[in-house]
């Protein structure tokens, strides 16, 4: 079997693979963004399920993990600033944060 060129349609890997800034973006910004959600996420899930079995220590808990997350927010809003202050592109119409 003769081998072709890679290209479109020859199912070779039709993705678009992040190069240069891109992949660090990727690497040291959104994947651990990723894993910090889904922490986020299975710690509510877990909250919930145990609704009827709190303590004033549970209180304080939820309420710094909520205070944490609004700094998050802020930092993330820094950050933009200062992507935007560095020369990176305006983020996509309708951010919450544009």
């Known amino acids: 079997m003769s081998e072709g060129p890679a290209g479109p349609g020859n199912g ?4 678009v693979r992040p190069t240069g800034a891109g992949r660090l973006v990727v690497r040291f910004f959104l994947l651990p963004l990723l894993v910090v959600g889904t922490a986020v996420g299975i710690f509510l ?10 303590s004033p220590r549970d209180y304080l808990a939820r ?15 820094w950050y933009l600033d200062w992507a935007r202050a560095h020369g990176a592109p305006q983020p996509i119409s309708g951010s919450i944060y544009g």
Request: cysteine-free.
């Open 12 to 15: 070779e890997d039709d993705a």
């Open 45 to 54: 899930v877990f909250s919930l399920m145990t609704f009827e079995r709190r």
């Open 63 to 77: 309420d710094w993990l909520i205070g944490n997350i609004r700094i998050e927010s802020m930092h993330a809003a």
